[in-house]
Every structure is written in C-alpha cells, then in structure tokens.
C-alpha cells in the first residue's frame, strides 16, 4: 500500500511540474511603431499574437501565432478593449508586437566588431539580422521610433542620416571572398539572402579588407551600404524569439 501511495504522489506531482511549465504568462501589448516616439497600449483588431479581451462583453479571442508576419496595430482601444501577448522577451528589451521582435537600441556610436561585442555580452543578444522584408521594416520604424536624436548615429558629414550597424558582413577565407554572410557571433555565420542595397551598393572594393554592412534609416540615406567595419555607427541588438 505504502508503494502505491507514493507512485500515486510522484505521478501527481509529475503533473503538477508539467502544468507549471506549460502555463504561459501573458502581459498587457503595447506597440513603440504606432505612434512615433511613444510607448502606447495597442490592440490588432483580432490580428493579435496572443489574446484580445473585451470587459464588456467578458469574451476572449485568440490569435494565431504566424511566422514572419507584420501585425496591424491600433491604439485605439475600442469597447474598452484589452490585448495581452505572450513573447519571452526581457525587460531591458523592447517587444516589437507587429513582427514579433525583441529589440534594444544601443544609441552610441561603436565599430562593428564592437557593437557585435557589447550585444553579445548583453543577454547573450546579437546585431539585427534581417531575413525579409517584414523584419527590415521592424528595424527601420523600431529604430527610428526610440531615438530622439539621430545626430549621434549619423554618417559623418551627413548629420540629418541616421545609421545602424547590422550583422553583416563580406570577408575573405584562405585568400577568397566570400559572399555576404550574417555573423551574429564570432563563431557563426550564413549566408544573407534577403537584401536592401541603396542604388549602387554594395561597391567594396576587393582589397582583402573586411566590410560591415549598415543600414541607413532615412528617407535620403535608406537602404543597405557596404562600409568600413572601423567606422561608429549605433546599433540594434537583437534576442532570437520562438514562434
């Protein structure tokens, strides 16, 4: 009896863990996109990667998780209405609701090698890689949106640009060049395949130098540009969500 007694603990309390693991906690959604330079509470009109709660009506929906998906966001709060997600990403970082993102802007001015570093060592987080088109947009108006200033990320001489380092970037391997790759960290890369070159880019040269690509954000300096690595630009670190 003593044995049957305790397989039946075990079992219950195999149970338990198992429903605790699987318990998701859900936060109020908030968008940084909608409306420039501001943090504001949003719902998607049922396009939510989570769920929509509306108090009059006490009834719930939920939304579809989709890969690589741009969700339209609204701040206004029709019917009182409510919307929670679920992301796992950190409090020093930003969520990024309309692409499911996790972001942190670093708005100082480093290398490329450097800002590769300091995102590393931030959560384990890397430069943005961007694999769409959905994603480069995610970047542009995320990055735009939080920075007051741009004049700290400008390209030299040009203060109205505002520039950010990706994980980019075009080397050499037993004295042959490479194709773009994303090096997110020192010890991984893939090939880049989605791509957003300002006319006339990339033109490195073939010197056996690496370059960095950059991403300028403003209407007149938009799109991707090979570059020098050595040169300061502020970046987007970024933190790899599941589906």
């Avoid at 990024?96 to 001015?109: R, T, Y």
């Avoid at 450097?114 to 931030?122: K, T």
């Amino acid at each position: 009896m003593t044995k049957v007694i305790w397989t039946l603990f075990i079992l219950a309390l195999a149970e338990i863990v198992r429903s605790e693991v699987n318990k998701k906690v859900y936060s109020r959604a908030f968008s940084y996109l909608a409306v420039n330079g501001k943090k504001r509470e949003s719902i998607t009109n049922d396009n939510l990667r989570g769920i929509n709660y509306r108090p009059l009506s006490k009834n719930c929906s939920c939304v579809l998780k989709l890969a690589d998906f741009w969700y339209s966001v609204a701040t206004d709060l029709f019917g009182g209405c409510m919307a929670f997600v679920n992301h796992g990403c950190p409090e020093k970082f930003d969520y990024i609701i309309e692409n499911h993102k996790c972001f942190s802007m670093q708005a100082a001015a480093r290398t490329w090698q450097a800002s590769r570093s300091l995102c590393n060592n931030f959560l384990s987080s890397h430069p943005v890689v961007i694999e769409s088109s959905n994603e480069n947009l995610a970047v542009r108006f995320y990055s735009i949106s939080v920075v007051k200033e741009f004049t700290q990320c400008s390209l030299t001489g040009f203060p109205n640009t505002f520039v950010i380092w990706t994980g980019s970037y075009i080397t050499y391997v037993n004295n042959k060049r490479t194709s773009f790759l994303w090096a997110p960290y020192p010890t991984q890369s893939k090939p880049v395949t989605f791509t957003n070159w300002i006319p006339g880019e990339p033109n490195s040269p073939t010197d056996y130098t690496d370059y960095c690509v950059c991403y300028g954000l403003t209407a007149d300096y938009f799109g991707w540009n090979d570059n020098y690595c050595k040169l300061n630009f502020c970046t987007v670190c970024e933190i790899d969500l599941d589906l």
